[in-house]
């Protein structure tokens, strides 16, 4: 049960009242996840994300503090992610949802600096430290906007699905510059009987294109190319 905690920048009710808020904003339950297969066809993803979404700002009361005409929540998603570690715990879940979900509060604000610019090594350590749980964090970031301006949430929704688009562009990219010819520049200038230069490099690119098109399955028929 979600109860309210006195908390002087939040009436009382508005803490528990914006977890289930975020809650009912999640995505529909077939986005959620990245598991093979139909999305969100595992009940196990849903659970995790909606905890996720449910616990994330546990550290509200905690952490706020008053200084001259602000206030700060310092460490609110390291103080949230310990204080649900420790609530799920206790409640007996297994320990890999407790783990998920914890790590999910721990990252929930990571997201909040994208709009601001992200140049491609933040794009891609987003995406490398939330790992396996990268689907369920970007459907939390989506959840947490319960503003009435449907322009502010179309504009959250676009710089995500931009962020999830550059994931997959760098992905890719990276998958391909680590892609290798079967053969390399040595076997290459010993089979044509040619010193190092141009043609050796040609020759090299060449014989990654022909793999990537699957023309040249085995090594030898990357030779008989040659």
């Not at 009710?13 to 977890?19: C, F, G, I, L």
């Not at 005409?69 to 879940?93: N, P």
């Not at 079967?182 to 190092?196: A, F, N, S, Y």
Request: aromatic share 4%; proline share 6%.
């Amino acid at each position: 049960q979600v109860r309210p905690v006195a908390d002087r920048v939040h009436p009382a009710p508005a803490v528990p009242d914006r977890a289930r808020g975020l809650v009912a904003e999640l995505v529909p339950v077939e986005r959620l996840g990245d598991t093979p297969g139909p999305r969100g066809q595992d009940p196990e993803v849903a659970q995790r994300v909606r905890l996720a979404a449910l616990l994330h700002d546990v550290s509200t009361p905690a952490t706020h503090r008053f200084a001259p005409e602000v206030v700060t929540f310092r460490h609110h998603e390291v103080v949230g992610s310990q204080m649900t570690s420790k609530r799920l715990s206790a409640l007996e879940y297994e320990r890999q949802m407790v783990d998920d979900v914890t790590e999910q509060v721990s990252l929930s604000g990571r997201f909040k600096g994208y709009t601001g610019g992200w140049s491609d090594s933040a794009v891609r350590r987003y995406a490398r430290d939330a790992g396996h749980l990268l689907g369920d964090l970007n459907a939390l970031v989506r959840s947490d906007c319960t503003t009435r301006n449907r322009a502010k949430v179309a504009a959250l929704h676009a710089a995500i699905d931009q962020m999830e688009e550059r994931i997959k562009a760098l992905a890719e990219a990276d998958r391909r510059a680590a892609e290798r010819p079967l053969l390399d520049g040595d076997e290459v200038m010993r089979h044509l009987g040619i010193p190092p230069g141009r043609e050796v490099g040609d020759a090299v690119r060449y014989l990654l294109d022909e793999k990537r098109a699957g023309r040249t399955p085995v090594r030898d028929a990357a030779f008989a190319r040659l």
